[in-house]
């Protein structure tokens, strides 16, 4: 844990910023361990570049950080009489942060904390710590990879549960839930809202569950991920209900090459604009580039959206240990949709994938 610590302080100084400000979330749990979530009372870690971690927290909170914390915190306890603001001020203060730069989360901390730190020291200068705090947690260490391959073991082992259950006339939310269910049964979570999409439906990609029952023809999009350890997995397969149209048949052959693709571009020194672009150049060429609608993939870990992307723009060299999704789509009003998604981690040679549950057409018996 004080070896993030000491990533981070390097990061920051490379980064030229004095110190960076982390609320209740993610990041705060990477860096100190302390399980919290944020709500309506403020909380606010402060990592300064040279010294102590300092927090400024809701005074019932305190035992609990203290405990959790994986190293000596300093802390600035407030009550729900006092208010926040005089020990956020004494905070800034001590850390001497009027004038300096300081890193904040721009897709984390809200309106309230920001304003709340610019009136405790209106000379200081924010500025996006995302970046900073992206390069530390892009690259896992053996204990987050194996929490991480335990978290797709847990899903793959469910989603074939879940498969075998799948019949004419069962509506998504059914199958969601039974897919739900039996990850809760083995002690784990679904890491975000499980996705069944099935019929026209699997033409939209963040489609919401319906009561819509599968019919024989329907592609059925399952999209799915599990938790453990705080580490997301994230797979998607696409399965028939009895016999595919042709051009079901064509999606399909598409989207998996498409796949293979971007797994085979995925190595230390490719970006994620490349992987992306040898995914999208097989879907291109087979003539539906215009109904691939998203990126190739996302980052994954301890949040199921994190950087790095694979997307245009994207140009920075993926590099050792680095964990995302490769997950092209083709979607197609009226007639439905294939997603294949894959968990791989960057290796020296090249990529492995995590997830290994059959990519092959699966046609259920109607
Ligand atoms: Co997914
Ligand atoms: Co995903």
């Known amino acids: 844990m004080s070896q993030r610590l000491n990533r981070l302080r390097a990061e920051m100084q490379r980064a030229g910023v004095a ?5 209740p979330g993610s990041n705060l749990s990477y860096l100190t361990g302390l399980d919290m979530h944020i709500n309506e009372r403020l909380a606010v870690a402060f990592f300064p570049s ?19 914390a994986h190293f000596p915190m300093r802390f600035y306890p407030w009550t729900d009489s006092e208010g926040p603001h005089e020990a956020l001020g004494r905070a800034m203060a001590d850390l001497q942060l009027d004038g300096a730069r ?21 000379e ?6 995302t970046p900073i705090l992206a390069a530390l947690r892009m690259t896992k260490d053996a204990q987050e990879l194996a929490a991480m391959r335990t978290a797709v073991h ?21 199958l969601a839930n039974i897919w739900d269910a039996a990850m809760r049964e083995i002690g784990s979570a679904p890491s975000f809202g499980t996705i069944v999409a099935s019929g026209p439906n699997a033409a939209n990609p963040h489609h919401s569950n319906t009561d819509r029952a599968f019919q024989p023809g329907d592609l059925i999009i399952m999209d799915g991920g599990a938790v453990y350890q705080g580490y997301a997995s994230d797979i998607t397969r696409t399965v028939v209900l009895g016999e595919p149209s042709a051009e079901a048949r064509r999606l399909y052959e598409l989207v998996q090459a498409a796949n293979a693709a971007g797994r085979a571009a995925a190595r230390p020194g490719a970006s994620g604009e490349q992987v992306d672009q040898a995914a999208r150049t097989v879907i291109t060429q087979g003539g539906y580039g215009a109904q691939f609608l998203h ?8 949040d199921v959206h994190e950087p790095p992307y694979m997307v245009a723009g994207n140009t920075a060299p993926l590099t050792l ?39 092959d057409l699966i046609v259920l018996q109607p």
Do not use: C, W
């Open 19 to 23: 110190a960076v400000a982390v609320v």
């Open 50 to 68: 040279a010294g102590q971690p300092v927090m400024v927290l809701p005074a019932l909170e305190q035992p609990r950080a203290a405990a959790q």
């Open 102 to 122: 300081l890193g904040v989360e721009y897709t984390a901390m809200r309106v309230l904390e920001l304003r709340s730190i610019e009136q405790a020291a209106p």
């Open 124 to 129: 200081v200068v924010v500025g996006d710590a």
């Open 154 to 174: 847990i899903v793959e082992r469910t989603l074939e549960v879940a498969i075998s259950q799948i019949k004419v006339g069962m509506t998504e939310r059914a």
């Open 295 to 302: 990126r190739t993939g996302h980052g994954l870990g301890l």
């Open 321 to 359: 240990g680095m964990t995302f999704t490769i997950e092209p789509g083709i979607y197609v009003p009226g007639v439905g949709g294939v997603r294949i998604e894959d968990d791989v981690v960057i290796t020296a040679d090249g990529a492995e994938s995590l997830t290994t549950f059959n990519r």
